[in-house]
Every structure is written in structure tokens, then in C-alpha cells.
């Protein structure tokens, strides 16, 4: 009786043909240092231990902080203004230490910049009764001050052993709040980033790159007329922003299209699909983040960060009794194995082009994607259905051996199996379970490339890249060769 219903619930093939198309490099996955009323770690380093560094579990690598106002005055909750407390730079330190010895990415997003460079003279975001409901912006005299205040903040972390990689110009410029924050139009950030920009000291801080602002909704009104400047565009290193109210394929596929065609990395830098809810996620809302992480690399996004780090519905526990069982502090959470798929295996890679034999986009039963990183090829399929599936795979260059990790409840968060194949082949059937997060590592097979030698003026006459992704300007041995056209193959150019 058993294996009737286990094959009546067995829902056919799913095929998904994964092409030579090559589209963004993924920089990484990460979360925000901070869990409660953003209040960062201090001297609490467990949380990072656990989700950063290649070796870990999870692999995180880039982790955002709060560039707090810095100022002493009037703030909403008092004990923000001493120096001396953990709500400040140095309340992220000891966290950022371990990221960047781990190799990682360290950024920091202001929420305000000091009050008294402000409108309302707060850091406070001025949407209270106690402001009067003051529009809380950056006063225009101030806008000189607002880069070198910037940079008091980058020689503050490099003085104590953190060389930041990249600064944003602010969290949230389109929501008006009751906590920290500042207002920004799209024409006030430009005019910012357009005529005091330059002020921020790449000289000194080698390598530290420039965020636009963080808009609520992705809203490409912030970030296209950066794009659109010359002399803004040249500033701007990144664009960013998050999805409350608008999932990735909207407004972060529009704001990448700009973005992509000058170069520029696409980032979201703050979302929880389940943010706040009253229990700990079940296995389903799980599988929801992990759409939302799937279609960010299907809107173009070079790096995805959550918002807390630890919290219940985050990655790693608070060990609040009403979130028990489960919810142990300072252990990992089912989110965070989630994330591994992408994170421990997605980070580095260049997405490759894909299409289902079955209607794919927002939040449907059955996501995929595709990557391919050094010698690798790599698949990722979600099913949100109470039905197996058997998942055809069409690659784009012979494989010859492959893994199968697969992620489909809180007691089965990930196991491992190898996909068993005989002789290098481009097509492979392998199982897609039930209500499952999966994700399928190839090995390329060397052998497999068309040998194709060319002179040298025929092979100037195209772009080529190494399996990694990487622009190649003398290519030899096995490479991708993209045709003007926008097709690609992988060649073997004799020495």
C-alpha cells in the first residue's frame, strides 16, 4: 500500500535545459550585524563563528553594519548617546574582525548621519509627535560634511583593525520613520553623490567602494538617475536596496538593467520574508526565502544580505522560551541551511541561462537556476508541491560525476548523495522530492570541448572567458567563446 501512494503521488518530469548564456558574477550572501532594536553583537562573536568563513556550514561572507549617527543629543531611545555603549562602531567590531579574517566583506549603511547635519536637528527620522512631524533630510549646507563624516568612520575601523570595503549613503531614503533615519529625494541623492562624493577617501582607504542609497522597494527612481549622470555613475560602485512591498522580479530587475549595462553590482541589502511572525517558520514559509533568494539571481543581483542575523526567523537563535523548542541561542537555525545552498555553493559562480518545461517566476511551485563556477556546473530547483517530480537536466557542456544536496524539512535540513553517471553525458534525470530545496553540482568533463584552433586575428574577433567567468584576453586550452550574436561554447585554442 505504501509504494502505491508513494506513486500516486509521483508527478511526472520537469525538464530544464540549462544554456551557454552567461549573465551575472554572484559576490556573495551575508546578513546584518545586529539582532533586537539593531543593536549589534559587542563582544557576543558567536553568531559570526557559526555563518561565516568557507569552512563553516553556512559560508557567509559579506556582513552589513549600522554607521551609527556618531553625535551626542537628542535620540530616540537614550542610552544610544553614550560613546561608551554597544550602540556605536565599536558595537560591531569584534564581529567585523572574524568576517574579514574569514575572508569576508564588511559594509557599513548609515540610518542618519549626525543630527545636527539634519533638518530637524536629530538623528531621530522625524515621523513622531515628538519631532512634529518634522521631514527629517540632510541640510544642503551640509552637504560637504556628509563624505569626510564618512570617512571619520572608515579611519575609525581601520585604526582598529577592519579595513571596510564599501559604504552606503543611506538605509531606507524614501520612509519616513520614528527611529533613526533621513529623507532623501532621488534628485537630493544625486546632487549629493554628483557634487561631493568625490570627498570620500578612496585614497587613503584603498579599494572602499560607494553604495547609493537603500531605497524600501528597490525603487529605481534612486537608482537610475545615478546611472544615467556620468559624473554620478562614476562615483556609484554599487546599487542597492531591499524588497519590502516589492519582490525581485519587479523593481530589482528593473533598477539591474541600468546598472548591469555600466558595470555596476547589483545588491540587496535588507529583507525577511517572515519578519516578526509569532512562531518559528514552518518548512514551507522556509521554502518561500528560498524563492526570494532564487529570483534575486534571477533579477540580476551580484549579492544578497539578509536582515538580522539572530532571531528567531533568521539564522541563528535568541533561546526565547516562547520560540521553544528550536530556538536555541547561538545555534543554527533551518533558514541558515537554507541559505548554504546558495551561499556555500553560489558565491563566485556566473549564472548561466535556463528554461522549464514548466511555468516558472514570483512564487511559483517549481524555481530553478544555474551556475557555473571553476570546473562546475550547478543546478538549483525548488519545489513548493506535495509532488515528486523526476527533474530532467540538459547542460550545456558534458559532465562527469555530480552531487545532489537536498534540503526538505527542519529534521532532514540537508543531506548529501551522489548522482551516479557511467560516461560523460549532457543530459541527466535526477530526483526532485517532494516540498524540497535542492541543488546539483556537475563536474565538468575536460575532455569535452571543441577543439578548435584559430588564428590569431579570428580569435581577437571574440570575447572569451575561463569556466569561472572571468574575460580572457589570450585564451588558450578550454574557454567559453561568446559570439556577437550573444551565443556561447566551450572551445579548446591550441597554444
Not at 49 to 55: A, D, E, N, V, W
Amino acid at each position: 500500500m505504501a509504494l502505491v501512494v508513494a506513486m500516486a503521488l509521483h508527478a511526472g518530469v520537469i525538464t530544464v535545459t540549462v544554456d551557454g548564456t552567461q549573465y551575472q558574477t554572484i559576490t556573495g550572501f551575508g546578513a546584518a550585524c545586529c539582532d533586537g532594536a539593531m543593536c549589534p553583537f559587542g563582544n557576543d562573536t558567536q553568531p559570526v563563528k557559526l555563518l561565516y568563513g568557507p569552512t563553516s556550514k553556512i559560508g557567509l561572507n559579506i556582513m552589513r553594519m549600522e554607521i551609527s549617527p556618531n553625535f551626542i543629543g537628542d535620540i530616540v531611545v537614550p542610552e544610544w548617546n553614550n560613546w561608551d555603549s554597544p550602540y556605536d562602531w565599536k558595537g560591531s567590531l569584534p564581529s567585523a574582525k572574524i568576517v574579514k579574517q574569514r575572508g569576508g566583506i564588511v559594509f557599513g549603511t548609515p540610518w542618519s548621519p549626525p543630527g545636527e547635519y539634519k533638518t530637524n536637528g536629530s538623528a531621530q527620522g522625524g515621523n513622531s509627535d515628538s519631532q512634529g512631524k518634522i521631514r527629517a533630510e540632510l541640510r544642503t549646507d551640509c552637504y560637504e560634511k556628509f563624505f569626510p563624516w564618512l570617512n571619520t568612520f572608515l579611519d575609525y575601523m581601520k585604526k582598529n583593525g577592519v579595513n571596510v570595503d564599501a559604504v552606503s549613503i543611506q538605509n531606507e531614503p524614501d520612509w519616513w520613520v520614528d527611529y533613526s533615519g533621513c529623507l532623501y529625494t532621488p534628485q537630493q541623492q544625486l546632487n549629493l553623490v554628483k557634487n561631493y562624493a568625490h570627498m570620500l577617501d578612496r585614497e587613503t582607504h584603498k579599494g572602499v567602494r560607494l553604495i547609493s542609497a537603500e531605497p524600501l522597494g528597490f525603487d529605481p527612481k534612486y537608482s537610475d538617475p545615478l546611472m544615467k549622470d556620468e559624473v554620478a555613475r562614476d562615483q556609484i560602485d554599487i546599487i542597492a536596496g531591499h524588497l519590502y512591498g516589492h519582490p525581485p522580479l519587479g523593481n530589482m530587475k528593473s533598477a539591474s538593467v541600468l546598472a548591469s549595462k555600466y558595470g555596476k553590482e547589483v545588491w540587496m541589502t535588507e529583507h525577511s520574508v517572515t519578519d516578526n511572525i509569532d512562531h518559528l517558520p514552518n518548512w514551507h514559509e522556509q521554502l518561500i526565502f528560498a524563492e526570494e533568494l532564487n529570483e534575486c539571481m534571477l533579477a540580476g543581483c551580484t549579492a544578497y544580505i539578509y536582515w538580522y542575523m539572530r532571531a528567531h526567523w533568521a539564522f541563528v537563535g535568541t533561546g526565547e522560551s516562547k520560540y521553544n523548542p528550536g530556538n536555541t541561542k547561538n545555534t543554527l537555525l533551518p533558514r541558515a541551511y537554507v541559505m548554504s545552498h546558495f551561499s556555500k555553493h553560489v558565491t563566485g559562480s556566473t549564472r548561466l541561462g535556463t528554461t522549464a518545461s514548466v511555468k516558472t517566476g514570483t512564487n511559483s511551485a517549481f524555481e530553478t537556476s544555474a551556475y557555473i563556477k571553476g570546473d562546475s556546473l550547478i543546478v538549483m530547483a525548488i519545489d513548493t508541491t506535495k509532488y515528486a517530480h523526476d527533474l530532467k537536466i540538459i547542460l550545456p557542456y558534458k559532465v562527469k560525476s555530480g552531487v545532489h544536496l537536498l534540503s526538505t524539512a527542519n529534521d532532514a535540513l540537508l543531506q548529501e548523495s551522489t548522482i551516479e553517471i557511467s560516461e560523460p553525458v549532457e543530459e541527466v534525470t535526477v530526483p526532485l522530492p517532494a516540498r524540497s530545496l535542492n541543488t546539483y553540482i556537475f563536474m565538468i568533463d575536460q575532455t569535452d570541448a571543441i577543439r578548435n584552433p584559430k588564428p590569431a586575428a579570428q580569435v581577437a574577433s571574440k570575447t572569451y572567458y575561463d569556466l569561472s567567468g572571468r574575460r580572457l584576453d589570450m585564451p588558450r586550452g578550454i574557454c567559453i567563446e561568446r559570439s556577437s550574436d550573444g551565443s556561447s561554447r566551450k572551445v579548446y585554442i591550441e597554444n
